[in-house]
T-cell receptor
Framework: DTEVTQTPKHLVMGMTNKKSLKCEQHMGHRAMYWYKQKAKKPPELMFVYSYEKLSINESVPSRFSPECPNSSLLNLHLHALQPEDSALYLC???????????????FGPGTRLTVT | AQKITQTQPGMFVQEKEAVTLDCTYDTSDPSYGLFWYKQPSSGEMIFLIYQGSYDQQNATEGRYSLNFQKARKSANLVISASQLGDSAMYFCAMGNSSGSARQLTFGSGTQLTVLP
């Protein structure tokens, strides 16, 4: 099973709202990622979690707050977003370095976020 | 620093014909991985094929093959017998290790359209 699931598929929120994006995988991967993707552009890395610890934060504004409650789940909490934050948010997972030969990332279907 | 270059913003191919999507890369790391992903209009990033920098043979996965020329720093994707469902954005990516997780650097993408 190479499935990564994301909910919701679509989200419309106002600039004063608080919402959360959820991501789940059951492939035993210990690295999980959040990406932001604008139309016709490649994905941009936001955060990396490795063994449930934040490993990389690519200078993302504090209005985005990631959380990794356990090895299968990854959340992205959203608060006071701006219209320019409207994008496709992709979650991915992969094996970590230790002991794994392959390290391709498997992506979920994404959440299309619109900030009004 | 790593860099991935895809010089073809758009490509057209006739159904059942083969097509090559170009990708060149630049890195000073001796160990790296090269990946190709397909992104249909639905948004999900689908992993297609992987080539390790020390692999002696070109990778193949069904109708997909990777033409790896290390001296030229190129990793072109060849799709044989194109199908209408192959119409999508294709991203070349390079992976490197960061702590215990993997980071991907993406190219700008090539929009492939398969004509009936």
């Amino acid at each position: 099973d190479t499935e990564v699931t994301q909910t919701p598929k679509h989200l419309v929120m106002g600039m004063t709202n608080k919402k959360s994006l959820k991501c789940e995988q059951h492939m035993g991967h210990r690295a999980m990622y959040w990406y932001k993707q604008k139309a016709k552009k490649p994905p941009e890395l936001m955060f990396v979690y490795s063994y449930e610890k934040l490993s990389i934060n690519e200078s993302v504004p504090s209005r985005f707050s990631p959380e990794c409650p356990n090895s299968s789940l990854l959340n992205l909490h959203l608060h006071a977003l701006q219209p320019e934050d409207s994008a496709l948010y992709l979650c991915a997972s992969s094996h970590s370095i230790q002991g794994a030969q392959s390290y391709e990332q498997y992506f979920g279907p994404g959440t299309r976020l619109t900030v009004t | 620093a790593q860099k991935i270059t895809q010089t073809q913003p758009g490509m057209f191919v006739q159904e059942k014909e083969a097509v090559t999507l170009d990708c060149t890369y630049d890195t000073s790391d001796p160990s790296y991985g090269l990946f190709w992903y397909k992104q249909p209009s639905s948004g999900e990033m689908i992993f297609l094929i992987y080539q390790g920098s020390y692999d002696q043979q070109n990778a193949t996965e069904g109708r997909y093959s990777l033409n790896f020329q290390k001296a030229r720093k190129s990793a072109n994707l060849v799709i044989s017998a194109s199908q209408l469902g192959d119409s999508a954005m294709y991203f070349c990516a390079m992976g490197n290790s960061s702590g215990s997780a993997r980071q991907l650097t993406f190219g700008s993408g090539t929009q492939l359209t398969v004509l009936p």
